[in-house]
């Protein structure tokens, strides 16, 4: 099992990274790397990194990022995808990966294996797996990694990063979290959701028809093309019902 870890300046995680459940970090330093805001410069420098390791199977987080390059990282490599995945284990009999995603919406869910072919490349849904505790005695080989990268990859270009600052608990940490739909009928009810989400001491969510509306914003959506969650408590208002909710 390898780590792999790409950015600029990376002593300190690249020594974090080694108190993992993980036999070798992998380190690829580059400066074009140290904004973090080109899908383009990841892509080209995971598939210097799969083709010179040659790995039997890439787990890819399904990230913002992730998600962009897991699908271009396994086209370039000319091997299949399974995206969005909530499971997945070994086949006995073949050694493949065996995984299960959602379909069809998140209506059915689905069990699939891969080819022969390697690399076996997975995007894997946040948060299904509970983290690992780090291990300070244990002590994986770092392995620096070289890449050639040069600013003519970037064909899209990060023109501005706008922050916003986050009141209480994140969505995606909340133990709790109250969440509005089409339902409610307008912007003016989520002041009422925020009371009883401060009572309740979680985060406020929404769906994505409520987000389109212009009643909440974009960061707040959840589902399919929003945040993964796994509160212990989840309270819907005004919600259709959809298979992910």
């Known amino acids: 099992r390898a780590l792999v870890v790409l950015g600029a300046d990376l002593n300190e995680l690249s020594k974090t990274a080694t108190s993992l459940d993980v036999d070798e970090v992998y380190v690829v ?3 074009l790397l140290l904004e973090q805001t080109s899908e383009d410069l990841f892509v080209a420098a995971l598939e210097q990194v799969c083709r010179q390791t040659e790995p039997r199977v890439v787990l890819i987080g399904r990230t913002f990022l992730g998600r962009d390059v897991g699908p271009r990282l396994a086209y370039r490599l000319g091997v299949g995808v399974a995206q969005d995945c909530i499971g997945l284990k070994q086949n006995e009999d073949s050694g493949r990966v065996v995984v299960t995603r959602p379909v069809y919406g998140g209506n059915a869910v689905a069990t699939m ?3 022969q072919q390697n690399p076996q490349v997975v995007i894997v849904r946040p948060r299904i797996y509970e983290s690992v505790e780090k291990d300070v005695s244990r002590n994986s080989e770092i392995i ?5 990268l040069d600013s003519s990859m970037m064909k899209v270009r990060h023109i501005e990063r706008v922050k916003s600052e986050v009141e209480g608990v994140r969505l995606e940490d909340a133990q709790v979290v109250v969440a509005g739909g089409r339902g409610i009928g307008g912007p003016e009810p989520f002041s009422q959701l925020s009371e009883l989400a401060d009572i309740l001491g979680g985060a406020v969510g929404a769906s994505r028809a409520a987000c389109d509306a212009g009643w909440a914003d974009h960061s707040l959506q959840i589902g399919l093309t929003g945040a993964t969650i796994t509160p212990d408590l989840y309270v819907t208002v005004g919600i259709s019902g ?3 909710h």
């Not at 620096?144 to 050639?148: D, F, G, Q």
């Open 29 to 31: 330093e580059h400066r």
């Open 113 to 115: 294996a891969f080819g």
């Open 242 to 244: 959809a298979s992910q």
């Open 144 to 148: 620096p990694l070289t890449v050639n």
